[in-house]
């Protein structure tokens, strides 16, 4: 079973999924400058600064859902919720 391990590119519009000893499972395409990830336990979570998005994407690759932010550049999961820090409105959203 894969780790979900994301390494990011910024100037491609995906994120890279490793297995815990490096090899790689596949690259995912998510929107447009994909900054800063986080896992909740089951699926990551990315900020895509540059479409004003946050993917929510499977261990598997598949994008389950996409949120309209406002320059997410900060993420986090807390154990219950996932926030992101909306730097082009100066707001928090909870998801």
């Known amino acids: 079973m894969a ?16 297995e815990k000893t490096g090899s790689l499972v596949g690259t995912f395409n998510v929107g447009n400058g994909p900054d800063v ?8 979570w990315v900020a895509n600064t540059y479409s004003n ?8 690759g598949v ?11 900060g993420i986090a999961f807390d154990g219950a919720s996932v926030w992101v820090a909306n730097d082009g409105a100066g707001t928090l959203s909870k998801f």
């Open 3 to 18: 780790a979900i391990c994301g390494l990011q590119t910024r100037t491609a519009n995906n994120v890279t999924e490793l």
């Open 37 to 44: 990830m986080t896992f909740d336990g089951a699926n990551m």
């Open 53 to 60: 998005t946050v993917s929510k994407v499977s261990p598997a």
């Open 63 to 73: 994008v389950l859902a996409t949120f309209p932010s406002s320059h997410p550049n």
